[in-house]
């Protein structure tokens, strides 16, 4: 008996709960691979394959609107974008199926009516703002959200090709800063080099502020952007010819870097 009451007021040492915290500018794949490290889950591609299909997801509304949309196939994961950034309690035994639904379901918090209002006064779907806002998350850091935010919205505006290194990265796993000729050709629809508009879908999950700047673009006349090889800050231009000496003062900056 006394072994018992020990056993039931100090318990067995495992706990019932745990936090877990995903970051914003993670895809699916970086989730899996941070569950699996920290021992939640042990199989990485069941969580993947889950997130690749979404159709055990079809009853949250945004995820059977992108299942409905014609371009589910195109996607390498259905679910990416929508598995919300945040800090979460989950029970040390939940399953990937119950992590990925305790994902999903913030992003319902975090899209409320009025998001859906000003989308619509775009012209934009919910999928298509968080698909911008995920380009947004990777191309730029906080500060500059708005202003490349509005670079893209200006680009769609004049049916520009939207010339954005990180869907490339996204669909073909390169990390370099510079991309090379064969990167630029890819052939995938994640490639805004070759084809205009957005890309078929979120390229990963993303911030509040992020999805703010998607849906409240700077006002200006900006066409274009490129990285000035310090931190994540970025150099602006209005015209082509302007945009080229800033790649070139670009690539320089990379070369002596690398030296």
């Known amino acids: 008996m006394h072994e018992i009451m020990d056993l039931l007021t100090t318990g067995d040492g495992n706990p019932l709960t745990r936090n877990i915290t995903i970051i914003p500018g993670w895809t699916a794949v970086d989730i899996a691979a941070y569950l699996k490290n920290e021992g939640i889950i042990e199989n990485e591609e069941l969580f993947l394959t889950l997130c690749r299909d979404g159709k055990n997801f079809s009853a949250y509304y945004y995820v059977q609107d ?9 996607r390498l994961y259905v ?4 598995l919300s950034p945040n800090t979460y309690e989950i ?5 990937e199926d119950e992590i990925i639904r305790k994902l999903l379901g913030q992003t319902e918090a975090v899209y409320p009516d009025s998001y859906h209002e000003r989308a619509e006064a775009l012209g ?7 698909t911008l ?3 947004i998350e990777k191309e730029a850091k906080t500060g500059d959200f708005a202003r490349v935010s509005a670079v ?9 090709t939207l010339g954005s290194d990180v869907t490339i990265k996204y669909a073909s796993g390169v990390k370099r800063m510079s991309l090379t000729n064969e990167d630029l050709n890819l052939n995938s629809p994640y490639n805004p080099y070759r084809y205009k508009g957005l890309p078929p879908g979120p390229i990963c999950s993303f911030g509040s502020a992020a999805l703010k700047a998607a849906l409240e673009p700077e006002q200006h006349t900006f066409l274009y952007f490129v990285a000035t090889g310090k931190g994540r800050e970025h150099k602006f231009s209005r015209t082509l010819s302007e945009h080229n000496r800033a790649v070139q003062e670009y690539r320089a900056a990379m070369r ?4």
Request: proline share 0%; hydrophobic share 35%; glycine share 10%.
């Open 133 to 135: 806002a995920s380009m």
């Open 256 to 259: 002596q870097k690398n030296r």
């Open 91 to 95: 029970y040390s035994d939940a399953t």
């Open 66 to 74: 992108v299942l409905s949309g014609g371009n589910a196939h195109q």
């Open 152 to 160: 893209f919205h200006n680009r769609l505006g004049k049916n520009m």
């Open 124 to 130: 934009m779907t919910m999928d298509q703002v968080i």
């Open 79 to 82: 679910l990416e974008g929508y």
